[in-house]
Structures are given as structure tokens and as C-alpha cells.
């Protein structure tokens, strides 16, 4: 399974800061725990980020509402 890293430029544009500790303070307030390379600089996964923004949404169809309706 290969999953892509999210890269230093799509980072910056993701949390909306280029300072490596605020950026890994952004994730973290996002639930995103990143991995931190040696030169301080975090990485994550794109699929650790789709998941942070759809955690609390609800996966299944809210099928009881088309009961409602009728």
C-alpha cells in the first residue's frame, strides 16, 4: 500500500504556516500526529489529513431520514 507524504510546499499551503513548530502546532490542534525528520520539519500522509477532515462526519447514509419523509 503506498500512500503519498504530503511535501514541504503543500504543507505550508495546508496549515498556512512555513515555520516547521507551527506547522506540527496546527496538525496537532487538527488531531494529526505528525512524523518529525531530523531537521525538524513534519511529515503526514494525505490520507492522515482526509481522514482528520472527515473524522465526526458520519460514514453511513442517514437512512432513517427517507422514512421520514413519507
Known sequence: MSESVVSDEDMADLTGAVQPATQIR????HGIEPVI????????TWEAVTRAMLR????????SALSKAS
Open 56 to 63: 465526526g462526519r458520519q460514514a453511513e447514509p442517514d437512512w
Open 37 to 44: 525528520r531530523r531537521d525538524g520539519h513534519p511529515r503526514v
Open 26 to 29: 496546527i496538525l496537532r490542534e
